[in-house]
């Protein structure tokens, strides 16, 4: 059975850094997407970015390009998400998913299998 379990989250003020992890359990294949995504009060759940567990080659969405970096330790089996420069509508519940069938990644949400639970992640003004 696959799991998966966040923790990281917290209230930071804007311009400050958090790390989010992602504790992966079940899951042995070297092939898989590995996913972050949010939600926001009231808004639909987004992508934010992927890594391809196999090579580690990621993609970012264009308002986290530059301040989120997403890593993969397949020994450990975690996924990370170092979130630097943060901004108030960074502001969100953030979730870690994984696809391990995937023809390619993305940040659809709806081409995930298995998904955490969710951190809450507050920045303030």
């Known amino acids: 059975q696959v799991q998966l379990v966040e923790s990281g989250g917290g209230s930071v003020q804007a311009g400050g850094s958090l790390r989010l992890s992602c504790q992966i359990s079940?899951?042995?294949?070297?092939?898989?997407?590995l996913g972050w995504f949010r939600q926001a009060p009231g808004k639909e759940r987004e992508g934010v970015a992927y890594?391809?567990?196999?090579?580690?080659?990621?993609y970012y969405v264009d308002s986290v390009k530059g301040r989120f970096t997403v890593s993969r330790d397949n020994a450990k089996n975690t996924l990370s998400l170092q979130m630097n420069s943060l901004k108030p509508e960074d502001t969100a519940i953030y979730y870690c998913a994984l696809e391990p069938d995937p023809v390619y990644c993305t940040v659809e949400a709806g081409r995930y299998s298995y998904w955490g639970q969710g951190t809450q992640v507050t920045v303030s003004s």
């Open positions: 079940g899951y042995a294949r070297t092939a898989a997407c």
């Open positions: 890594i391809y567990r196999y090579s580690g080659n990621t």
